[in-house]
């Protein structure tokens, strides 16, 4: 069977042992939200042995740093995102972006406990963000990421495993479609009146109405892409500083 760039990314993580969970585009895939990705994003998890693991894999790959910042962990903490690009035949210019810390999103050991495990058709295991942290890492300031919200959570439940109370739960707290909220309300109503205090919009949902439900939702969606340009303001600050400074921008691993 000859690789696709992703499988060969992905195997040669494995074989050097990397603790790292697939998110973005590739798991959005794996999710039924998405047909495409060319990227692999990935949550690294930040101990001095996995970056040392996940280094060997990039030479591996023949990988160069692609942008600012450095490939160094003090950044990771401060929740920058790192930008690799690999060389090697198999994986010619495929993306490797990575983080460790991300807005909204709970710490590596409590994503890593929540993972799922997937097996692709050649046999190789993936560890992937769960899909309500997929869900809450793609909450940017980003137009096309709430689109891809809205796929998720419609797939997921499309799909057809039987409803748990969590998955009433992810749908009432995370869909964006206001007629897919009133059929829910509808639906789950002891389930979406017990959440309205966490989500206020849920009783426009539960009474139906429908206009409210809309101004509610934007509402919603403003404020969360006001709170992720807040929070990338310092980071992107810091890069412009490092630009002036004269760090490379591309690098060798």
Known sequence: MIRNPIQTVLSTLSTHNVRALLMGGQACVLYGAAEFSRDTDLALFLSKENIEAFRYALRELHARRIALPPFDPTYLEKGHAIHFRCYH????????DVMS????VDAFEQLWQRRTTMKENGGLTLEVLSLPDLVKAKKTQRR?????????????????NDPSTARVEFWLMESRTPEMLVHLAETFRAEATGLAYKRPLLRHALSGDIHSL????????IAEMDNDRNYWQPLRKELEDLRQAGYLSEEDV
């Open 144 to 160: 096309k990421d709430w689109e891809m919200i809205r796929r998720l959570v419609e797939a997921d439940y499309a799909a057809p």
């Open 214 to 221: 809309e101004v509610a939702l934007q509402a919603e969606h």
């Open 101 to 104: 810390v991300m807005r909204g």
């Open 89 to 96: 035949p198999d994986a010619m210019r495929m993306r490797v």
